[in-house]
């Protein structure tokens, strides 16, 4: 590690031979005219509409397929028509003889144009505004559907309402969604409709499920865990609405699930959950909509967390169409009490046979996930003395099995690679999974026993884990293996000609591809995409003879095509993929300057690190530029990949646009490098990860020769906001000027599910929980004024406001010079557009006259 001193002196040593040389010289401050607060908001303005041009508008999102009678696909999806600016729905069809390559397909409005959804954020229920923040959705109107795929019932939330329609197939024009009617007051939220009975449609509202019936237009209120009452203390419990840490930490935004299909039994059933927050600790913010103040439930790191079971509510449907039987039914055992260690219930479904429901369970070191099975017969009318452990049963069949189990030293990270296939035996379940077992995310093909005891032998639930609590797994076969990773979201599977279609990084973590694996012949993988682009939304039918991708490069815009696959056997060399035409064609940016240049480093410590570099857009050779390192630095994240970087990196251009050099650098920690790679940050979160990043901006500027060392600015939102503060910590002499944006600065004050997976729970880390605060170094902050500037929401209920104003009081206590910019009615990321604008402004400013 070089010294602050020999830096300082390499530094200007580099400084005067560069200076030297001939062609080669800094750019002086007063050859840059000093902008007015006016005049750079002007600026942004301008900067704003030029760019919005740098990507191909709205690229279509949520695809999904459906069969018509007559043999066309029709593929709806959401984007902004050329003439709007909210999302809609809209489809375009595909004629069983259609395969010809080159062409735009022709988008139809499925909505009626002059249908009104949501225009603004005044009109989002505090809910809405919540589920948006977890969702980190960015666009106005509709932004998720549901479709019933045999009668083409479509149903989608919007301005805390549910609308219908019904797409016959045979269209004469776009369709006027009906309100579906309720006499509940709240947000609408989270619409399912009933697999094989398209006129139920379930949804959540206030912490509780309702069910609406679209013939009858009845509506009834399936549970009761919310009192009503205005105290949030006093009304822990919801039913269907996962906890925070569960939507933020673990992606999963869905409560409840309809049992696949009809039993004949003339029961509808649907598996909830219920959430307990009665230890989570409740905060209060000042709300957004008044003068009040709002509520929220957020577990610390080594708080206690939400508590999650799984109930069933199950009804009857009457010749006239009445919902009535309305049943609740409980676990035998609650989850927690067969399960004393786990934490979190983070993945729930049920098996195609709708014999059993699935759940995944995780510790709360996030070190040992099970896969568990419950049988249909396993839930009750609730009993007395539920919770008494020493009860006896005897199931008919073992109605708690676990069917798997995985432990990590490190952590596990979840995912939804997860397809029950085909049992060959009634005692026995196969599926396909995906694992990091092997360092590297890949799937696995297992067979699992289930067969029960069948002596009728009476057990008490204390011997159940030598019983049905261990796994008896009879086969398990690697599907894929190398050191690549399979990406954590979905596979599909052709079970006709036994194939697994998946996402990838085989040809290099820079690019994303689809892959196909036969289940006879594992290991012998194709690409299916091609190498020079990455391919980062993929949709297949369920049938897995049609495929949408969405594909892009650093120097294209985003395309969006559509193929036919075919194959005449069960190999993946007999597999076609036909092109059929474009939603979005290909394109590419009217300068190639928007392009950033990707860089590639071996480190010290032998990783390969890559980095990126968007030049001034006003670039000369020989000219050394200020350079903002925008930094994120935290796992989950990759900054750098072969991707167009469009509208998402806005304010990458802007600085661009405005005659600074802007770096990001994936140091040690990011993502899709394997587990070891991510590891790198494990128990020391904040104390690393910055070496790696100062590493490779050395390097960057010794090889381009365009980079000032003496003007950097470190720049970045949430972890990097937290590492935008530590760069000026610890790198003092390097980063002259820190913007941090929404900044973590103690891990004790973050959320569970996150900082625990990372930095163990404090307890067990008391010496990385200080390590890693930046409260702890308040006193290595610079003496010199205008080096500081934090930006916060104060309504932010992710890293909230608290971090920020902690580190203000130290600041003050101690009389460290900072600048502080609050944005009253913005959350974690800035959505509205002149909160957005003027934070804009603010940057420019601070760096103009300060860097």
Same mark, same amino acid.
Request: charged share 20%; glycine share 6%; hydrophobic share 35%.
């Given at each position: 590690m070089i010294s602050p001193k020999d830096r300082r002196q390499r530094m200007e040593n580099m400084d005067t031979a560069s200076n030297e040389s001939a062609g080669e010289q800094a750019v002086p401050d007063s050859t840059v005219p000093r902008k007015s607060w006016s005049e750079l908001r002007a600026v942004v303005s301008d900067l704003r509409r030029k760019?919005?041009?740098?990507?191909?508008?709205?690229?279509?999102?949520?695809?999904?397929?459906?069969?018509?009678?007559?043999?066309?696909?029709?593929?709806?999806?959401?984007?902004?028509?050329?003439?709007?600016?909210?999302?809609?729905? %809209?489809?375009?069809?595909?004629?069983?003889?259609?395969?010809?390559?080159?062409?735009?397909?022709?988008?139809?409005?499925?909505?009626?144009?002059?249908?009104?959804?949501?225009?603004?954020?005044?009109?989002?229920?505090? =809910?809405?505004?919540?589920?948006?923040?977890?969702?980190?959705?960015?666009?106005?109107?509709?932004?998720?559907?549901?479709?019933?795929?045999?009668?083409?019932? %479509?149903?989608?939330?919007?301005?805390?309402?549910?609308?219908?329609?019904?797409?016959?197939?045979? !269209? *004469?024009?776009?369709?006027?969604?009906?309100?579906?009617?309720?006499?509940?007051?709240?947000?609408? %939220?989270?619409?399912?409709?009933?697999?094989?009975?398209?006129?139920?449609?379930?949804?959540?509202?206030?912490?509780?499920?309702?069910?609406?019936?679209?013939?009858?237009?009845?509506?009834?209120?399936?549970?009761?865990?919310?009192?009503?009452?205005?105290?949030?203390?006093?009304?822990?419990?919801?039913?269907?609405?996962?906890?925070?840490? !569960?939507?933020?930490?673990?992606?999963?935004?869905?409560?409840?699930?309809?049992?696949?299909?009809? !039993?004949?039994?003339?029961?509808?059933?649907?598996?909830?959950? /219920?959430?307990? /927050?009665?230890?989570?600790?409740?905060?209060?913010?000042?709300?957004?909509?008044?003068?009040?103040?709002?509520?929220?439930?957020?577990?610390?790191?080594?708080?206690?967390?939400?508590?999650?079971?799984?109930?069933?509510?199950?009804?009857?449907?009457?010749?006239?169409?009445?919902?009535?039987?309305?049943?609740?039914? /409980?676990?035998?055992?609650?989850?927690?009490?067969?399960?004393?260690?786990?934490?979190? !219930?983070?993945?729930?479904?049920?098996?195609?046979?709708?014999?059993?429901?699935?759940?995944?369970?995780?510790?709360?070191?996030?070190?040992?996930?099970?896969?568990?099975?419950?049988?249909?017969?396993?839930?009750? =009318?609730?009993?007395?003395?539920?919770?008494?452990?020493?009860?006896?049963?005897?199931?008919?069949? *073992?109605?708690?099995?676990?069917?798997?189990? =995985?432990?990590s030293p490190i952590w596990i990270n979840v995912n939804d690679l997860l397809y029950f296939l085909e049992p060959n035996d009634v005692n026995e379940v196969k599926f396909i999974w995906g694992s990091e077992e092997s360092e590297f995310r890949h799937l696995y093909l297992i067979t699992s026993s289930i067969a029960g005891l069948s002596n009728g032998v009476e057990e008490p639930l204390d011997r159940m884990d030598s019983i049905f609590l261990r796994p008896r797994i009879t086969s398990k076969i690697a599907l894929t293996q190398g050191d690549w990773e399979v990406l954590g979201k979905k596979i599909w599977v052709d079970e006709v000609n036994f194939i697994v279609y998946f996402c990838g990084f085989r040809e290099g973590p820079l690019e994303q591809h689809v892959y196909a694996v036969s289940l006879r012949r594992p290991l012998e993988i194709r690409l299916l995409t091609r190498p020079g682009y990455s391919y980062n939304s993929i949709y297949f039918n369920k049938e897995c003879t049609m495929l949408v991708t969405v594909y892009s490069s650093i120097k294209t815009l985003p395309t969006c095509q559509v193929f036919k696959i075919s194959q005449t056997d069960w190999t993946v060399e007999s597999i076609s993929l036909t092109p059929v035409g474009y939603l979005l064609e290909p394109s590419v940016p009217e300068s190639e300057l928007?392009?950033?240049?990707?860089?590639?480093?071996?480190?010290?410590?032998?990783?390969?690190?890559?980095?990126?570099?968007?030049?001034?857009?006003?670039?000369?050779?020989?000219?050394k530029y200020p350079t903002i390192l925008n930094v994120y630095g935290g796992p989950e994240v990759q900054l750098v990949s072969n991707t167009f970087k469009g509208l998402r990196h806005l304010r990458m251009h802007m600085l661009a646009a405005q005659g600074y050099c802007v770096v990001l650098i994936d140091s040690r920690g990011s993502q899709h490098r394997g587990l070891i790679f991510e590891s790198h940050l494990r128990r020391r979160m904040g104390t690393v990860e910055l070496n790696d990043q100062v590493e490779v901006l050395e390097w960057l500027t010794e090889t381009t020769g365009y980079i000032d060392l003496n003007r950097v600015a470190l720049h970045g939102w949430s972890y990097g906001g937290y590492l935008s503060l530590m760069g000026l910590i610890q790198y003092p002499d390097i980063f002259k000027l820190a913007i941090a944006g929404a900044p973590v600065t103690s891990w004790n004050f973050y959320d569970t599910g996150y900082t625990e997976r990372y930095m163990d729970l404090p307890q067990n880390n008391s010496h990385g929980y200080m390590a890693g605060s930046v409260l702890t170094y308040v006193n290595k902050f610079p003496d010199e004024e205008n080096r500081l500037l934090i930006i916060h929401g104060l309504i932010d209920e992710n890293v909230h406001f608290y971090h920020t104003s902690q580190l203000i009081n130290a600041l003050v206590k101690i009389g460290k010079p900072y600048q502080l910019q609050v944005y009253p009615n913005e959350r974690h990321s800035l959505r509205s557009l002149d909160a957005s604008k003027h934070y804009e402004t603010t940057l420019l400013s601070f760096l103009q006259n300060h860097l």
């Open positions: 760019l919005s041009g740098v990507s191909a508008g709205s690229v279509p999102s949520s695809i999904t397929f459906r069969s018509l009678p007559d043999g066309r696909t029709r593929i709806y999806f959401l984007s902004t028509p050329s003439n709007g600016w909210e999302t809609t729905l %809209l489809y375009v069809d595909i004629a069983h003889a259609d395969h010809a390559n080159g062409y735009r397909l022709h988008w139809q409005p499925v909505i009626e144009a002059n249908f009104q959804s949501v225009s603004s954020t005044n009109r989002l229920s505090k =809910e809405e505004q919540l589920l948006w923040e977890r969702k980190r959705l960015a666009t106005w109107g509709i932004t998720s559907y549901e479709i019933h795929a045999e009668s083409g019932k %479509l149903v989608f939330p919007a301005a805390s309402s549910l609308y219908q329609c019904v797409d016959t197939g045979f !269209m *004469p024009g776009p369709l006027f969604p009906s309100e579906i009617r309720m006499s509940t007051t709240g947000a609408k %939220l989270c619409p399912q409709i009933c697999p094989w009975n398209n006129a139920l449609i379930a949804h959540t509202c206030s912490g509780d499920l309702y069910l609406s019936h679209s013939i009858t237009g009845s509506s009834v209120r399936l549970t009761h865990a919310r009192k009503g009452g205005r105290s949030l203390i006093d009304d822990p419990l919801t039913a269907g609405t996962p906890s925070y840490v !569960m939507q933020e930490e673990f992606t999963r935004y869905i409560g409840y699930w309809w049992q696949p299909k009809s !039993m004949f039994d003339g029961i509808y059933r649907i598996v909830y959950e /219920e959430v307990d /927050e009665s230890d989570v600790k409740i905060y209060c913010f000042p709300s957004s909509n008044s003068d009040e103040v709002d509520e929220f439930r957020f577990p610390r790191a080594g708080m206690p967390n939400a508590r999650s079971n799984l109930k069933m509510v199950q009804f009857r449907l009457t010749e006239s169409l009445h919902i009535v039987d309305i049943e609740i039914l /409980e676990l035998q055992y609650p989850l927690h009490i067969m399960f004393p260690w786990m934490e979190y !219930m983070v993945r729930v479904g049920w098996t195609p046979d709708a014999q059993y429901i699935w759940v995944q369970l995780l510790d709360r070191k996030q070190q040992k996930l099970e896969l568990v099975l419950l049988s249909i017969d396993n839930f009750c =009318e609730p009993p007395p003395n539920t919770y008494n452990t020493e009860k006896h049963f005897i199931p008919a069949s *073992p109605s708690v099995q676990v069917i798997y189990s =995985e432990q928007l392009a950033p240049e990707i860089f590639t480093h071996k480190i010290k410590s032998g990783d390969t690190v890559y980095s990126m570099i968007f030049k001034p857009h006003n670039f000369q050779p020989g000219i």
